[in-house]
C-alpha cells in the first residue's frame, strides 16, 4: 500500500521554526518530486514548495523564500520541510504529495497525499 504520513506540525508563536516530516511506505520518494502544500481554513489549496527528482531541484512559493526549505534523506525515504520565521498567515493545515519527476504547482498533478499535519502560529 502507498502511503505517505506527515509529521512535525504544532502550534508555535510568530518567528518560530517547526520541521515538517513526510515519510513514504509502499514506495520510494526518491522516484518521485515531491511537492509540500498548504490550506487555511475558507482558502484554497496552495503550493508551497517542492523537491524534484532526479536533479533535485527545489522550488518555493514567494511568500515563503528565505524562510522554508525542503530536503531529501533518501536512506530514511523521507522529505522534510523546515519552517522558519514563521508568521500568523502561514498557518494551515501542510501537505506532502507526490508526483512524476518534475515538479509542478498544480495539486490536480499530483498522485499521492498525506493527511496532513497542521501547523498554527499564534501568540
Known amino acids: 500500500q502507498l502511503q505517505l504520513v506527515e509529521s512535525g506540525g504544532g502550534l508555535v508563536q510568530p518567528g518560530g521554526s517547526l520541521r515538517l516530516s513526510c515519510a513514504a511506505s509502499g514506495f520510494t520518494l526518491d522516484n518521485y518530486a515531491i511537492g509540500w502544500f498548504r490550506q487555511a481554513p475558507g482558502k484554497e489549496r496552495e503550493g508551497v514548495s517542492c523537491?524534484?527528482?532526479?536533479?533535485?531541484?527545489?522550488y518555493y512559493t514567494d511568500s515563503v523564500k528565505g524562510r522554508f526549505t525542503i530536503s531529501r534523506d533518501n536512506a530514511k525515504n523521507a522529505v522534510y520541510l523546515q519552517v522558519n520565521s514563521l508568521r500568523p498567515e502561514d498557518t494551515a493545515v501542510y501537505y506532502c504529495a507526490a508526483r512524476g519527476l518534475i515538479c509542478n504547482w498544480r495539486a490536480t498533478e499530483y498522485e499521492y497525499w498525506g493527511q496532513g499535519t497542521q501547523v498554527t502560529v499564534s501568540s
Open positions: 523537491i524534484s527528482s532526479s536533479t533535485g531541484n527545489t
